[in-house]
């Protein structure tokens, strides 16, 4: 029902199998019902939820139902909306 796509830097550790996820904050895209919206997102530390909001700064009504996310490489993910 709900999908959310992060976008956010991601590298490749020196042993090439590990990778850095940054989950500070960042830009990303809510998907539900056939359509999406541009959104931000914060996560603060490790134990903090994901906190999704409007562009706007409001907070985010997401849909009953399943929810997934995804982490994107923003140096890559966002021409894939467009």
Known sequence: KNIFVLLTSITNYSD???RNV???SGKGYYVTNGAYT????SKGNASSP???TNLDGTP????AGKSYVAFMN???GSSSFN
């Not at 541009?38 to 997102?41: L, S």
């Not at 985010?60 to 849909?63: A, H, I, M, Q, R």
Request: no cysteine.
């Open 74 to 76: 923003k140096n890559t």
């Open 38 to 41: 541009e959104i931000n997102w």
């Open 16 to 18: 090439g199998y590990h």
């Open 22 to 24: 940054n989950l500070s």
């Open 50 to 52: 994901i906190k999704f």
């Open 60 to 63: 985010l009504e997401v849909n």
